[in-house]
């Protein structure tokens, strides 16, 4: 649909070479902090433990009713590992017959990742949701350093922080204001504190609201591979004066601070209309997109996801 849609927006040669679909089915394994431990191998240890115990106290205990307690206890242990791995998981120490506590991995479990919801409005939450899994998922793709091309310079290097984005109905209401007049403008900032915007005009209505919606988010992300950006990722006055080969709405979907996000769309006679607005919004003059360095490295510990990605 996307590859279908982006022809229909531009004539041939002037075709987007961008295949949004084929790139977000693409999976290379993150080279993000391993952040859970293993319940099973912690269980094992400890049965070992408890198992060294039990046999020592046979070895140097002869009385009868010793030996029965010790074999008690070596049966709780060969028994025990089911539970011995429910506390492990759990994060809680587990004891050795010894007495002496051991140290045992805990898994994370983090709060699910907050869902569109704004209502009804002009947008579905399904909607909503494309609009957000499709930001974070390039965001994540370009934060590994692996997968996303930069035109004149190469693959893109990875990201030492990059925030996984939130939805904001705040945001989706201020692109309400662009598109509900069907008069593609720019609106001065002061209507929209503390956001920026990208918007993309669809040359056709022979296609959905979903067509229309990825569209947009190939046209923004695909100008750092057809325009490219230094390999520093500073972004110099000298971005502002790039003429039509400029990475202006890549750069305010990349931008490592950009936590929120709230898009609309719109069927507009001939055209469909579509705003994303990204708060802070970035765009900053020698600041940085993002910070080149090892994947994750300045996320807090136990904040990166699988997507590498920082949660807050």
Not at 131 to 139: D, I, P
Request: a positive charge; one cysteine or more; proline letters at 4%.
């Amino acid at each position: 649909m996307l590859a279908q849609a982006t022809a229909v927006m531009r004539p041939a040669k002037y075709a987007l070479v961008f295949n949004l679909d084929a790139m977000l089915t693409s999976r290379i394994a993150p080279s993000a902090p391993n952040i859970s431990g293993s319940a099973t191998t912690a269980a094992a240890t400890t049965a070992a433990a408890t198992t060294a115990a039990a046999t020592t106290a046979a070895a140097t205990t002869a009385a009868a009713t010793t030996a029965a307690a010790t074999t008690a206890a070596a049966t709780t242990a060969a028994g025990g590992g089911g539970a011995a791995a429910t506390t492990a998981a759990g994060g809680a120490d587990t004891t050795a017959a010894g007495g002496a506590p051991e140290t045992t991995a805990a898994t994370v479990t983090r709060k699910p990742w907050p869902k569109p919801n704004c209502g009804a409005h002009t947008l579905t939450n399904g909607l909503r949701t494309l609009f957000l899994n499709t930001h974070n998922q390039l965001r994540g793709l370009l934060a590994r350093g692996q997968t996303q091309t930069s035109a004149g310079w190469g693959i893109a290097p990875p990201a030492a922080l990059m925030y996984r984005m939130k939805y904001s109905c705040n945001a989706e209401s201020y692109a309400i204001q662009y598109v509900s007049s069907c008069q593609p403008r720019v609106l001065p900032e002061y209507t929209h504190p503390g956001h920026k915007v990208n918007t993309h005009v669809l040359r056709t209505v022979q296609t959905t609201e979903a067509g229309a919606i990825q569209n947009a988010m190939a046209t923004w992300w695909g100008q750092l591979a057809r325009f490219g950006m230094r390999s520093n990722m500073m972004f110099y006055g000298s971005e502002n004066r790039r003429g039509n080969r400029n990475v202006l709405k890549w750069a305010k979907m990349a931008w490592w601070n950009n936590k929120e996000i709230g898009c609309a769309v719109r069927k507009c006679g001939t055209f469909f209309y579509t705003a994303c607005m990204y708060s802070p919004g970035g765009n900053r003059v020698n600041q940085h997109v993002y910070k080149v360095g090892a994947v994750c490295s300045d996320c807090p510990k136990g904040e990166c996801d699988g997507q590498a990605l920082c949660r807050w």
